[in-house]
DNA sequence: AAAAAAC
């Protein structure tokens, strides 16, 4: 029988416990009638995993509906770790034994916008958003946290991040992912995806059994979750250690720019959830300071951008070349908002028997955010952006409580955008991959608080970043694929907020006309009409066609230019589509904060 | 053609 992870933990630093090779039984729960379920068990591990959250042992009934044999299948991968000096070799165990956790709830960089915060989230918005799945026994959505029962530490935290209600990819997403099952899920930009996956890692960490970890002075995380950017891995971090605050799991960042050894000594302290950029993690892999063969969870976030060209061959060393469990023992989750049939194809290769999850249409922009396409010459986008400028400053909707977001094809373009607009009397910053990552930091935090209310931005910017408060996209340069554009404007119009989207469109630009002009119409925003002859006259059919229809959620499993040998693939013919059904719009109530995001 | 991602 294996020992569960956080026991071993214990039992290293009780070398009689460890010397037996019987369960460790944490002080609180010794004298007590010997129990055995699985769940109180669990439970009892996670606390013996380095919180003093008193109380925390109190044993809490699992509703494992879900729970089926894949979990169990998990549990038993790996009998490595009979021996050996546990975590961290001798150096304090797990943590250094409670520690004191740095609490992640005090906000303090939130001070110019704190009146604004946190009042209404637009529900109503979303009641007939489409949601579709499709594959084998898809796992019925909930209502509320409550309906899932994450533990009450992270229930704790639910409440400490002020979310009342799961958002509807959370409703979707987090009880197919406590069964156990991979997913491929899209949902809008600003929906609420990094909880979604976030949950259910923390919840079956806290939950598992789990073997020792093998050797010191490497690091075995549990979970593994990748992403495209520095700053999103950030972003992700801060957010998952607000979800496990005083549940034990250790969350850890790593990615470049930044110091090597300060992540080296934080994952010499434990780590059971890795957030990554791939760059940094390849390297601790190559150094021999992280081991991916204990993973039992792995997320990609943006993970059409993770699979593409750029990324793909990292992602497939990573993820097939190093030493972690293949799909089936591992459990895989992909997010993003947009997913190309041909990244689809591309990612069964990671996944084992998944659900495609598909809330609102795939890649399509929230019709929250409002969206207009001017025509501007090249050379006159800059008066024509200072025109804008001075438009919003006049209306009082410049400065700290009202961002801009200004994006731009080159790096070089970044900087001497950014440089003109502060020559004009627009406090503006800007960010690129050729910035130092303390002046990438830097950028995205004066931005943020309103200190530079207007920020140039290359792609690197483009995905995943939730800044409160930006109220206006400029595309002044418009990217080649739409996907691009659907995560560009979606830095705006986030948790049911309202947004505007300004692109300045020229004859550069024809070859997105058509998906633009699409894009729109399904979003129910005004086509100008010369944007209209613009797509008449493009020919259409390359990379940035897009299905018609009023359902976007498409799994490729289901389009047969795709299906051929469709068996490999694709389960079943178990399909459900409804309109957030579950009664989700009967708990609409206005001004109620959410999980989203 | 550009952007991102390790040192």
Known sequence: MAMSWADSVSAAENPAGAASKSAYVPPHLRNRPSIEPPAQ?????????????????????????????RTENRSGYVGGGGRGGGWNGGRGGWDRGREREVNPFTEEDSEPFSEQESSG??????????????????????????DIDLGEAVNENIRRCKYVKPTPVQRHAIPISLAGRDLMACAQTGSGKTAAFCFPIISGIMRGHFPRPPRPRVAFPLALILSPTRELSCQI???????????????????????????????????????????????????ARVSLQMIRYLALDEADRMLDMGFEPQIRKIVQQMDMPPPGVRQTMLFSATFPKEIQRLASDFLSSYIFLAVGRVGSSTDLIVQRVEYVQETDK????????????????HGKQALTLVFVETKKGADSLEHWLCMNGFPATA??????????????????????????????AARGLDIPHVAHVVNFDLPNDIDDYVHRIGRTGRAGKSGLATAFFNENNSS???SLSDLMTEANQEVPAWLSRFAARSNYGGKNRRGGGRFGGRDFRRDSSYNRGAADYYGGANMSSGYASGGYSSHGAAGVTSAWD
């Open 41 to 69: 068990a669990s439970y009892a591990g996670a606390a013996a995993l380095g919180n003093d959250h008193s109380g925390y042992g109190v044993p809490n009934v699992v509703g494992s509906r879900w729970s089926g044999q």
């Open 121 to 146: 989230i637009n529900f109503d918005a979303y009641e007939d958003i489409p949601v579709e799945t499709s594959g084998d026994n898809v796992p019925p959505p909930v209502n509320t946290f409550a």
């Open 237 to 287: 971090h801060d957010e998952a250690k607000k979800f496990s605050y005083q549940t034990g799991v250790r969350v850890v960042v790593a990615y470049g720019g930044a110091p090597i050894n300060q992540q080296l000594r934080e994952l010499e302290r434990g780590v059971h959830i890795l957030v990554a950029t791939p760059g940094r993690l390849v390297d601790l892999l190559e150094r």
């Open 382 to 397: 800059r008066s024509h952006l200072m025109d804008l400028l001075h438009a919003q400053r006049e209306n009082g909707v």
């Open 431 to 460: 960010i690129h991959g050729d910035r130092t990552q303390q002046e990438r930091e830097y950028a995205l935090r004066s931005f943020k608080t309103g200190h530079t209310p207007i920020m140039v931005a290359t792609d690197v």
């Open 512 to 514: 997105l006309a058509r």
